[in-house]
């Protein structure tokens, strides 16, 4: 295992450049990740040996489609994927911060370990993302990753969500049938990223998210 994360991080590094602090503080993410997993189910235990490749990489995808945004805000957090790899990235850049959605108590003590840890800009919000409307408000670009089916999303977000906000969800080869449920209900600007992390993954990249009119009965 140790020797396959080992291949997958020097990978990693050869396909991304990346500062000496930016390469060290994904390493400390990666040995908090894997500590913590110990404990508490973070990521798929069948995953740990690809870390690098199905986590680090995939999550990087996403900051690469919006490299100046400053203030994201990363919903359904979990372990810290894609919102700590973001904020890795991100760290470099002035003003730069990352608030982070997570209602189970367990994860969201593993995220404020790793904000603290790995000094990063940010607050870990220990709540559900209905609740979490100030925080949403304040967005530039919102992520989320196998969280929620996209219409679900849109319902859950559609009180506070900023016009002027982008959405970046990570989606997988069933993305076709989530567009079509949610076009069903909602108008919305959307592009679509071929994503690297698995066949017919993608990332959707979304804005001027509206509920269509109800028709009457």
Known sequence: MERLRQEGRDAFIAAHSVSRETQQRLDRYVELLVQWQAHINLISPATLPEIWQRHVADSAQLHALAPDVRHWVDLGSGGGLPGIVVAILNADQDGARIE????????????????????????????????AGAVIRSAEAISARALAPLSELFELLRPNLPLSARCYFAKGRNHEQEIADAAAHWRFTMVKHQSDAAAGSVILELSDIEPLPRTSP
């Open 100 to 131: 982070l959605v997570e209602s189970n108590a367990k994860k969201a003590a593993f995220l404020r370990t790793a904000l603290r840890e790995l000094n990063l800009a940010g607050s870990v919000h220990a709540t559900r993302i209905e609740d």
